[in-house]
């Protein structure tokens, strides 16, 4: 092992269960992810029946609503 696998491991042994859970949160984070990790459109739209023009107008204010006001 090397000395700054040994720090961090002792430092992790430190923390209560709950941040553990985050620093392992936040390594996954960093490593890249595989073809199979990634989500899939068909998944990211799995239950949403229908989106109409409506649904995408509205959207669309709620982004770019104030947009206009934060340049000027």
């Known amino acids: 092992m090397s000395p700054i696998q ?29 073809r199979e990790d990634r989500p899939t459109l068909r998944g990211i739209w799995a239950g949403v029946e229908e989106i ?11 982004m770019w609503g104030n947009f206009s006001r934060a340049i000027e």
């Open 6 to 34: 040994q720090i961090i491991l002792d430092k992790l042994k430190e923390l209560p269960p709950e941040k553990q859970g985050e620093v392992l949160d936040f390594i996954e984070s960093l490593q890249p992810q595989t």
């Open 52 to 62: 109409t023009e409506e649904d995408i107008a509205e959207a669309q204010r709620e």
